[in-house]
């Protein structure tokens, strides 16, 4: 695992681009350097974005009485999820980023480990993969990550990640 990576030109030219791009250049970089099968991780196709994201907002979401925008604003979204979810334990990010991600995997029902999962991310992407490649790219961003959802494709649980709380909890139908 080497850190060239965080020191060349894709981040020069990342810089120059809108912000919410910065970490779908890093995730690009991270797949190449670390040589992800595509087959495992992949951005999903742009055609599928909203209804992806649509059907995690109204499967989890509290959004009675409140009008959905045509764009969902993705952070945040952890102070509004319905309120009759089953919520597990927090788990605080502490020293050490690397076994806090690798935390993901404790928290998805062991018949869906092998399956692939959404990786929705609060700059707007949306990813497809299966857990240990979702786990090995996140545990690589450099920063730039805020929120994230990793959301099972039957949309019957998601794993949070909340930056400003600095914890992670999965939430269950």
Same mark, same amino acid.
């Given at each position: 695992m080497s850190n060239d990576w965080k020191s060349t030109e894709w981040q020069d030219k990342a810089f120059r681009k809108p912000f919410r791009y910065w970490i779908r250049d890093e995730i690009e970089e991270i797949i190449k350097e670390e040589n992800i099968d595509r087959k495992r991780f992949y951005e999903a196709s742009k055609n599928n974005y909203q209804? @992806? @994201?649509?059907?995690?907002y109204y499967s989890f979401i509290d959004y009675e009485d409140k009008r959905k925008p045509d764009f969902t604003e993705l952070s945040y979204l952890w102070l509004i999820f319905q309120k009759n979810l089953k919520r597990s334990p927090l !788990? /605080?990010?502490?020293?050490?980023y690397y076994e806090y991600i690798g935390s993901i995997a404790a928290l998805i029902p062991d018949e869906y480990l092998n399956n692939m999962h959404y990786l929705i991310l609060s700059q707007g992407w949306v990813y497809e993969g299966y @857990?240990?490649? !979702? @786990?090995? #790219?996140?545990?690589e961003t450099d920063g730039w990550l805020d929120d994230f959802y #990793? #959301?099972?494709?039957?949309?019957?649980? #998601? !794993?949070? /990640?909340?930056?400003?709380?600095?914890?992670m909890y999965s939430l269950t139908k």
């Open positions: 209804s @992806i @994201i649509n059907k995690f !788990i /605080h990010w502490g020293k050490d @857990i240990p490649e !979702i @786990i090995a #790219v996140l545990r #990793v #959301v099972s494709k039957k949309y019957d649980y #998601v !794993i949070v /990640h909340t930056d400003d709380g600095e914890c």
